[in-house]
């Protein structure tokens, strides 16, 4: 059973910094690609990064330069470093879990990030 617990959202000023983490559980790392995803009030679920076994990453547009995902493939937890932050990063920001092979998806509840002065 593949469990995803998001820690780290919360307040912060545009222009600021945070960092969230995912704590993974019940997989082998190699199985699988890790993400974040966000979703924002009234707009549809939307990639942020996402970053494979071997430390291959991909990221949004909207948060290139901005962002940075991190892994650790011996204790499974993925981070997500956001700097400049923008009011429009304001979501809720889901840790993904897609298994390599069927692409089968794993979330975790989320956790709320939100940039506002």
């Known amino acids: 059973q593949v469990q995803l617990v998001e820690s780290g959202g919360g307040l912060v000023q545009p222009g600021g910094s945070l960092s969230v983490s995912c704590a993974a559980s019940?997989?082998?790392?190699?199985?699988?690609?890790m993400g974040w995803y966000r979703q924002a009030p009234g707009k549809q679920r939307e990639l942020v990064a996402t970053?494979?076994?071997?430390?291959?990453?991909n990221y949004a547009h909207s948060v290139k330069g901005r962002f940075t995902i991190s892994r650790d493939n011996a204790k499974n937890p993925v981070s997500l470093q956001m700097n400049s932050l923008k009011s429009e990063d304001t979501a809720v920001y889901y840790c993904?879990?897609?298994?390599?092979?069927?692409?089968?998806?794993?979330w975790g509840q989320g956790t709320q990030v939100t940039v506002s002065s």
């Open positions: 019940g997989i082998i790392a190699s199985n699988y690609v």
């Open positions: 993904n879990a897609r298994t390599v092979v069927l692409f089968r998806d794993s």
């Open positions: 970053i494979t076994f071997g430390g291959t990453t």
